[in-house]
C-alpha cells in the first residue's frame, strides 16, 4: 500500500473508507480490485510514542461494512494500540532492571576489592 496514503489516513486520526480514499489517491481503487476487495475501511491509531494503522476489507459481493463493524473495529483498533504501547513499555521496563542489576553486580564487585 502507497506510503503517503497511509500517512494521510493516521494524519486523519479517525477512521477512512475505501470510497474516500479514492478522491485523494486513484490508484487505490486498481490495488483494492487486485486485492478482490469491494469495500474497506482505514482505522488510524495514536497513543503517546505508537502510531499505526487497521485495515480491514470486505470482499467483492460481500455486504458492506455496518456502523455496528465499525464499531468493533474501532475498540479492536484501540486495544491493539494498547497492546502495542504496553509491549514498548515492558520493553523499556526490562532494559532498565537489567541496566540495575548489572549496576548492583558491579558495585558489589567493587565492595569486594
Known amino acids: 500500500m502507497d506510503h503517503v496514503l497511509v500517512q494521510e489516513v493516521i494524519a486523519k486520526e479517525r477512521e477512512t473508507s475505501l470510497s474516500a480514499l479514492q478522491d485523494v489517491n486513484p490508484e487505490l481503487k486498481a490495488y483494492e480490485l487486485d486485492l478482490g476487495l469491494d469495500s ?9 510514542r505508537v502510531r499505526g494503522l487497521i485495515y480491514a476489507g470486505r470482499n467483492q459481493g460481500a455486504p458492506p461494512f455496518r456502523a455496528i ?26 532494559d532498565y532492571i537489567r541496566r540495575v542489576e548489572e549496576s548492583q553486580q558491579a558495585l558489589l564487585g567493587a565492595e569486594k576489592m
Open 40 to 48: 474497506a475501511v482505514y482505522l488510524p491509531f495514536a497513543r503517546s
Open 69 to 94: 463493524d465499525l464499531d468493533v473495529l474501532q475498540i479492536l483498533t484501540r486495544q491493539a494500540a494498547i497492546a502495542l504501547e504496553n509491549a514498548l513499555l515492558y520493553t523499556e521496563l526490562r
